[in-house]
């Protein structure tokens, strides 16, 4: 049974930063890209960054510059790296590797 683990979430003051980490369970981990998203109350999830198998990277605009996502294949686990962060980026914090979505992490930050 494939299953995405989502790690690295927790409360931190605005200009912290946080390592938010994707484990999963699945065979040839490195064919698959994988994508960050994160969702709020009310409002629809929305992608973060992205890594393709190559390892070529995209990032939403609110927060180029400031994340950056990238894998280990021989650990199965893609990282994101959030620094500088804002209170605008609290939100529970997904992975997704094809098609599958991990239960959520929940980033918190105080002003």
């Known amino acids: 049974q494939v299953q995405l683990v989502e790690s690295g979430g927790g409360l931190v003051q605005a200009g912290g930063s946080l390592r938010l980490s994707c484990a999963a369970s699945?065979?040839?981990?490195?064919?698959?890209?994988v994508g960050w998203y994160r969702q709020t109350p009310g409002k629809q999830r929305e992608s973060v960054a992205s890594i393709t198998k190559g390892g070529d990277t995209d990032y939403a605009d609110s927060v180029k510059g400031r994340f950056t996502i990238s894998r280990d294949n021989a650990k199965n686990t893609v990282y994101l790296q959030m620094d500088s962060l804002k209170p605008e980026d609290t939100a529970v914090y997904y992975c997704?590797?094809?098609?599958?979505w991990g239960q959520g992490t929940q980033v918190t930050v105080s002003s």
């Open positions: 997704s590797l094809g098609g599958l």
């Open positions: 699945v065979s040839f981990f490195s064919l698959y890209a």
